[in-house]
């Protein structure tokens, strides 16, 4: 079955550091975003991607980026992390032009201390 | 930018009686999508809607797209303590492939 994968699943860091949060897709979806969920704000987006060399900024991405070399990973990236990123990170695919139903991964809870 | 707004924030029900909970938005989309996310893990879709003024029922529950195209509501009928979770309504942005989320509603059932 077609899955996504998010890893690490838990990851305590400390203030400053770069941290990566990996996902991988076996849909082979084009479409992949990135959520962070926060208590009160729901699911909020980071960054998107329509596919191979493309990215997009979404309404929270200061802090953030994310690159795409091929179909599968949209890797993010904390540059320097903050303790207002201590967040749980949701991938998501979809099909271009499908229904507009998002496949979302397990999640990634970040504490950054 | 686009927000939508869902309400209520929060419900606590006794188990076997009906929910509504409703989705507001600033701007029109051409699909609103139910979601329903359980402890510790992603969200996964309830329900899809595709027409202003589709009624799409899945087993319990019942959605609506509204005619204005900027509402939406679901209905969840005869609860379960299964049914405990985070509902969070979402629109498909009409001049993207974006998906914009409420803030959700927690629902809550009593013993």
């Known amino acids: 079955d077609a899955e996504i994968t998010q890893s690490p699943r838990h990851k305590i860091t400390e203030t400053g550091r770069q941290v990566t949060l990996a996902c991988h897709q076996t849909?082979?979806?084009?479409?992949m975003f990135w959520y962070r969920q926060d208590l009160g704000h729901g699911l909020r987006l980071i960054h998107y991607s329509y596919g191979v060399q493309d990215t997009n900024k979404g309404e929270v991405s200061d802090g953030y980026s994310v690159s795409r070399s091929n179909t599968e990973d949209l890797p993010l990236t904390l540059e320097s992390a903050a303790s207002s990123q201590t967040s749980v990170y949701f991938c998501?695919?979809?099909?271009?032009?499908?229904?507009?139903?998002?496949?979302f991964g397990e999640g990634s809870r970040l504490t950054v201390l | 930018g686009q927000q939508l707004n869902q309400s209520p924030q929060s419900m606590f029900i006794q188990e076997g009686e009906d929910v509504s909970m409703n989705c507001t938005s600033s701007?029109?989309?051409?699909?609103w999508l139910w979601y329903k996310q359980d402890p510790g893990e992603g969200p996964v879709l309830l329900i899809a809607l595709y027409k202003a003024g589709e009624l799409t029922s899945n087993g319990r529950l019942t959605a609506q797209f509204g005619t204005t195209r900027k509402d939406s509501f679901l209905n969840i009928s005869a609860s379960i303590p299964s049914d405990v979770g985070i509902y969070f309504c979402a629109g498909h942005d009409l001049s993207g492939d974006k998906i914009i989320f409420g803030k959700g509603t927690r629902l809550h059932i009593l013993p």
């Open positions: 849909w082979n979806h084009n479409n």
């Open positions: 701007s029109i989309f051409n699909t």
């Open positions: 998501a695919t979809s099909d271009p032009g499908g229904t507009g139903e998002l496949f």
